[in-house]
């Protein structure tokens, strides 16, 4: 399937979810993380849930990286620049709603893409290669390109792989992780 068919498909999928099943499913996608090797790092940057597109909570995310002591990141959209600007999470920043009702920082710390070590990177869809379907405004694609290449790189996702995504661009950077309810895969 295109990028454009499988952005359709899945944001149905998302929307026939409950709230409590959306709840459940990313307490066991937080659990299926513990299982990966990435917990010696100390910069991961995490996005905000919109809960109106019904994405994965990462509240249980931020609850294992505060309890693990990592410095979290989280950004801010410039839909002037279609860039990310990261800052460091601190007890004393600021969190609002943007009018796409993405979560964000007001301000804060700033955090280098060069300093993450890992980054949480939310989707639609995923194929087995590791390939990712976003919104298709190329945020994270231009992001991770920031970042250095040894960043890992792990989608969340409610929902299995698809056998191939067929229009990939050759600026697209594929996951290294895809983590779902049921398994993580690895690519």
Request: net charge negative.
């Amino acid at each position: 399937m295109t990028k454009a068919e499988l952005r359709i498909a899945y944001r149905l999928k998302r929307k026939k979810l409950s709230p409590s099943k959306v709840d459940d499913y990313s307490l066991q996608i937080a659990n299926q993380l513990l299982n990966l090797d990435i917990w010696s790092h100390s910069f991961y940057h995490v996005f905000l849930s919109i809960v109106e597109q019904e994405e994965v909570n990462t509240d249980y995310i931020l609850n294992i990286l505060s309890g693990k002591d990592k410095n979290i990141v989280i950004s801010k959209s410039d839909f002037k620049t279609g860039l990310l600007q990261n800052f460091l999470l601190t007890d004393n920043t600021v969190i609002k709603k943007n009018k796409y009702n993405i979560p964000e920082p007001v301000d804060g710390i700033p955090i280098a893409a060069e300093s993450i070590e890992v980054v949480f990177v939310p989707l639609l869809a995923f194929d087995n290669k590791g390939n990712r379907v976003g919104y298709g405004k190329g945020f994270y694609d231009r992001f991770l390109s920031d970042c250095k290449p040894e960043t890992i790189k792990i989608g969340l996702s409610f929902f299995e792989a698809e056998p191939l995504i067929s229009d990939i661009y050759e600026k697209d950077i594929p996951l290294d992780y895809c983590v779902t309810p049921m398994k993580a895969y690895t690519f």
